[in-house]
């Protein structure tokens, strides 16, 4: 996608509401936009946190008066579960019992707050638990289908789960021995079931990418809903789109008797298994909207 188009459309993606009238009127795909809309969300959130934190005395006095918590985050463009966590936050109720009330609104202190926090819940796909969980489900999709390709092409490898413990930051893949793509020897891959935009590909690169060549050598990243036209692979990382990923054949290197000594985890290595057959379930949409600071 072209950063312009990007551009375009992460400012009209405001609301939910724009992901399903701008899929219908475009022609495109609802998930994308989805995605696209979160990372709006979730940095905009993040960077006004802290303004909306200072007013929050006088929005809790306009509520008091009779407006609703909806109404606020509203107006002020705030997303409403982070809005409402904040105002009952700043009624003194604990934060855990406010956790608690989103969770299970009823439990809420009263009808008042439990038909609001009801509300809240069914205005915010981004931040509420029903949101979380579909970035949490895009995540773990993003996951089986790259297991789903290395399967297919007889890759052994092992998961953040089969390494937890051993390194101080783990691929969703570390190959059993490297795999080469037009000369490139790749030893990872890195499922994100994201979008990588500028903003996107720096945060990855810094908090995971880069540590993952530290400690492991080169490798690729797979960015299911696709990336900005002409960002730029760090130095590496090949840089996928779930598309291109998943039409590659790799060269895969005939296996030693003995297990590789690049990866040495004292675990069993994950032992390649027969592809998946036609008709398997296929994919779905990432993540996590960091949640802004608390």
Do not use: C
């Amino acid at each position: 996608m072209d950063r312009a188009t990007y551009q375009r459309l992460s400012e009209q993606l405001a609301t939910y509401e724009d992901v399903h009238r701008i899929a219908h009127a475009e022609g495109l795909d609802e998930e994308l936009l989805f995605v696209i809309h979160t990372h709006r969300v979730s940095r905009d959130a993040t960077r006004r946190f802290y303004v909306v934190k200072r007013q929050l005395p006088r929005l809790v006095g306009q509520w008091k008066r009779g407006r609703t918590v909806l109404d606020i985050a509203r107006e002020w463009k705030f997303p409403p579960v982070l809005m409402g966590q904040q105002m009952l936050g700043e009624l003194g109720i604990p934060r855990k019992k406010v956790w608690q009330t989103f969770l299970h609104p009823e439990t809420a202190p009263d009808a008042r707050l439990r038909r609001e926090v009801d509300e809240l819940l069914a205005s915010d796909m981004v931040y509420s638990p029903r949101g979380m969980e579909l970035q949490r489900e895009r995540g773990r999709k993003g996951e089986e289908r790259l297991q789903r390709w290395l399967e297919k092409h007889g890759i052994g490898y092992r998961t953040e789960k089969d390494l937890r413990g051993k390194y101080a930051k783990t691929p969703d893949a570390l190959l059993d021995q490297p795999i080469m793509f037009y000369g490139q020897k790749l030893t990872w891959i890195e499922s994100k079931a994201n979008f990588g935009d500028d903003v996107e590909l720096r945060k990855n690169l810094k908090r995971q990418l880069g540590p993952y060549t530290e400690l492991f050598g080169e490798g690729a990243v797979v960015y299911w809903y696709g990336y900005v036209d002409g960002a730029e692979s760090p130095p590496g990382i090949l840089l996928w789109d779930g598309t291109t990923f998943e039409g590659i054949t790799p060269v895969v290197p005939a296996r030693p008797e003995r297990s590789h000594a690049g990866h040495p985890s004292p675990g069993p290595a994950r032992p390649p298994h027969p592809a998946t057959p036609p008709g398997a379930p296929g994919s779905r949409p990432d993540g996590s909207a960091a949640a802004p600071p608390p």
